[in-house]
């Protein structure tokens, strides 16, 4: 060996010998920089520091003006109630699914990019991050995770900048040293199967498609993803709820074991978790909202908040079926001082009031609890006992008709309905056409329906605005006798079982149809309907509460979505309108989902009044503003001086109208404008 290539052995072993290993090294290695080499040689065999997601955070992570309200820092102090949640992230804690049902904007989100930057900095591996939608997860790219790596040091270092050529740094994708973030949306199928993953971060998994482009639930396909690594998988998931019996957050926490975070009394030291019962006000006061606590039943004022939240803890309050599996649950009642005051939450609370639709939204956002349908089906005879006699077929609040119809094996029904506003609705006719879809005649006769007119109370004559009508049986006939029709004014449905209150009718989508013998690709347009969401909306409707006659005397309107119906109608019509209940079932699992069954065989108004709200929403009648319904009053006749008195300056000439083509026409197809009345 020659003396150059021993001498660093040598030197090496002096230096350990006499303690001088710096000084030794650099002097042999004699050029420039060497103690600069050395010094990054240490930094990089010392091990990093044992840290927790938490810790991490506090040490690393910086809020940018762009992602958050109060920039600087991260300090978990802040939501101290997130501490235990993120360390359970940390790769030295046993739980392998974590699941945190919460309120709306109490830091859940914050913390799963905490972990994320944990992930990247400390415990690199394959980790997928899941939003509702693949859009949903460019917006958190751009929004979120862009700033998280940008405005901390320690991760700006590993992740190299979008615009740097092969950064490995996309929208969708950011790879660090030892590992890679992926993100993609729930209904993205391709996205969920793209790789194995250690760590996956399920974020408002209330709001993921049943089914990710038909091939399964979600939530399972994502988890498949982390088969591979056993014992040192993380999955989080986080959701504000939706639904009692579909709401997939609830079923997870109900699973787990439970934990929700008790806090003292500062009064008498009692600890307890904070129930919406105990938030207590004055009437009609919300600004004296205080929390009485259930020890000494003394009123807690909200400043003492902070406190609290730095005191408490998260206790278990079952036990888990699986021991890898833990669950928290968080309301707005927490929240932070200068968030979501009590004051606030009270004044939210009695705003809900006198709406289902808002009450569901309050429990959901500000409890963090699911709603719970009311599915019992209302008794037929009392709704016997509210029919009236219209004074003409339709009366002076109807402002446009819609109809569906209901295809079985030896006839269609039809029922006709006519809407006003806030979806006040009146039951026009119902018509029973014989022969069913192999009898030329029955579809004859129904193309007929559609330029039937109706009288109205105030003169005008009204055609139906839209027909919308059932698929699942003989669905060749009905695209057949549908693409005859034309777009304008039939439109073919497909009822889906479940829930979906933000889109409950989705498409058109194109299918086959056969005319003649002839099978034509894409030859009709089908729309799906969430047949839950509407039967739950017609149920709640027909408890509505009505005015009395000396109210009615007196000018009071009706509440929004009041169903009239006339005394013409029979009781097995009646039946019919209420032949379903919905009941929470539980699969083989033990989890529970909340589906409508048959009281009775026939259903067929139930089915068809479904039908024909479908056709209320396709046309926009929940989207229409002021100047269409006054358009529409015009055309009834009830041009009234309070409506004329609107100033013309608040009507947008841009407004959109129902029936009106905005998209381009499409070759092959009828295109005109419906006529709501004549």
């Known amino acids: 060996m020659s003396e150059s290539s021993s001498t660093p052995s040598q030197t090496s072993g002096s230096a350990l010998h006499e303690g001088e290993q710096e000084h030794d090294l650099t002097e042999d290695l004699g050029f420039d920089g060497a103690e600069d080499i050395l010094r990054a040689w240490r930094r990089g065999i010392r091990p990093d520091a044992d840290l927790t997601v938490s810790e991490w955070a506090d040490a690393h992570r910086w809020l940018s003006s762009r992602a958050s309200a109060e920039p600087g820092r991260y300090r978990t102090a802040r939501t101290p109630y997130l501490r235990a949640i993120m360390d359970a992230l ?60 940008a405005d901390s040091p320690a991760l700006r270092e590993r992740v190299s900048p979008a615009r740097s050529r092969d950064a490995g740094n996309s929208m969708l994708s950011k790879e660090f040293p030892g590992g890679i973030l992926v993100l993609t949306g729930a209904n993205s199928a391709t996205g969920l199967r793209s790789m194995p993953a250690r760590y996956v971060f399920l974020d408002e998994v209330d709001a993921y498609p049943a089914s990710a482009d038909e091939e399964g639930d979600p939530v399972t396909l994502a988890e498949a993803r982390t088969t591979t690594f056993a014992h040192r998988r993380k999955v989080f998931m986080v959701s504000t709820p939706t639904i009692r019996g579909l709401s997939r957050i609830e079923r997870e926490f109900e699973a787990s074991d439970q934990r929700r975070f008790f806090v003292p009394c500062p009064h008498c030291g009692h600890r307890q978790w904070l129930q919406f019962e105990r938030l207590r006000w004055a009437k009609g006061r919300p600004e004296t909202a205080t929390y009485h606590c259930e020890g000494c039943e003394r009123s807690i004022a909200e400043h003492h908040k902070t406190e609290m939240l730095a005191r408490g803890e998260w206790r278990a309050t079952a036990v888990s079926a699986d021991p890898a599996a833990i669950g928290f649950h968080l309301s707005a009642l927490y929240s932070p001082i200068g968030w979501k005051s009590w004051e606030q939450i009270a004044r939210d609370w009695l705003a809900a009031q006198g709406s289902d639709e808002m009450l569901r939204a309050a429990r959901n956002t500000l409890l963090g609890e699911t709603w719970i349908e009311s599915g019992e089906a209302p008794e037929w005879q009392r709704l016997a006992d509210r029919r009236i006699a219209f004074p003409a077929q339709i009366p002076a609040g109807g402002l446009f008709l819609t109809a569906g119809a209901d295809v079985q094996k030896d006839r269609i029904e039809v029922d006709v309905w006519a809407w006003g506003r806030g979806l006040e609705s009146w039951l026009v006719d119902h018509i029973v056409i014989p022969g069913g879809p192999d009898d030329p005649a029955c579809w004859d006769k129904l193309t007929t329906l559609l330029n039937q007119t109706w009288a109205h109370e105030n003169g005008a004559f009204m055609t139906l605005a839209k027909l919308a009508i059932d698929t699942g049986y003989e669905s060749a006939a009905v695209y057949a006798w549908a693409r005859k029709q034309g777009i304008a004014q039939v439109a073919p449905v497909k009822g ?42 017609t149920y709640r409707y027909l408890r509505i509460e009505r005015p009395t006659d000396e109210d009615i005397a007196l000018g009071a309107p009706h509440p929004a979505g009041t169903i009239h119906l006339p005394d013409w109608a029979d009781s097995e019509w009646l039946k019919q309108l209420v032949a379903e209940q919905l009941v929470t079932v539980r699969d083989r699992r033990g989890y529970a989902r909340q589906e409508w069954q048959k009281l009775r065989e026939r259903n067929e108004a139930l089915d068809a009044r479904v039908y024909a709200r479908a056709a209320a929403w396709i ?15 015009k055309q009834a006749g009830i041009d009234s001086a309070a409506v004329a008195a609107v100033p013309a300056e608040q009507v947008k000439p841009d407004a959109p109208e129902a029936g009106r083509i905005t998209a381009p026409r499409r070759r092959g197809w009828k295109i005109s404008t419906p006529r709501y009345m004549e």
């Open 619 to 633: 046309l926009g009648a929940d989207r229409f503003d002021e100047r269409m319904w006054r358009q529409l009053e």
């Open 496 to 537: 889906l079982e479940g829930f979906n209150r933000a889109t409950p009718v989705s498409g058109p989508t194109f299918v086959d149809a056969t005319v003649n013998g002839r099978k034509l690709k894409r030859g009709a347009r089908l729309w799906t309907v969430a047949t839950a969401t509407f039967k739950a909306e």
């Open 90 to 149: 940390s790769p030295g804690h046993p739980a392998q699914r974590i699941s945190f049902m919460k309120a709306a904007q109490v830091g859940a989100t914050e913390a799963g990019n905490n972990w994320i930057g944990f992930v990247i900095h400390h415990a690199p591996g394959p980790m997928l991050a899941v939003l509702p939608t693949v859009e949903m997860a460019k917006r958190t790219s751009r929004g979120r995770i862009d700033p998280l790596i």
